[in-house]
Nanobody, 123 residues
Framework: QVQLVESGGALVQAGDSLRLSCAAS????????MAWFRQAPGKERDFVAA????????VLADSVKGRFTMSSDGAKGTVYLQMNSLKPEDTAVYYC????????????????WGQGTQVTVSS
């Protein structure tokens, strides 16, 4: 099993920056890719970003390209989502996920999920 714990969510204003963290523990050696998804009230869970633990392969959703960056620290077992120029439409619960396949946007590719952290961007 792999346990994922997200942190860093907050209430911020439009244009602000925020960094989310996801700490992985347990059988992390069994995973290859980490990802971030987000879910706004009444909407489906959407892909945000994914990265291999080595950091050599990354994928970003078009909606966040140029504003968000995902990075990994394998030694710490932690991945980060740096979010800049935040917009009200970025408001959502952000979930961390882990999987054994190469980075991708399909949530069914991921086997483990965290509990989520709330990000609220006010206008």
């Amino acid at each position: 099993q792999v346990q994922l714990v997200e942190s860093g969510g907050a209430l911020v204003q439009a244009g602000d920056s925020l960094r989310l963290s996801c700490a992985a523990s347990g059988r992390t050696f069994s995973t290859y890719t980490m990802a971030w998804f987000r879910q706004a009230p009444g909407k489906e869970r959407d892909f945000v970003a994914a990265i291999s633990w080595s950091g050599t392969s990354t994928v970003l959703a078009d909606s966040v390209k140029g504003r968000f960056t995902m990075s990994s620290d394998g030694a710490k077992g932690t991945v980060y989502l740096q979010m800049n120029s935040l917009k009200p439409e970025d408001t959502a619960v952000y979930y961390c996920a882990a999987g054994v396949r190469r980075p991708g946007s399909n949530p069914h590719m991921y086997d483990y999920w965290g509990q989520g952290t709330q990000v609220t961007v006010s206008s």
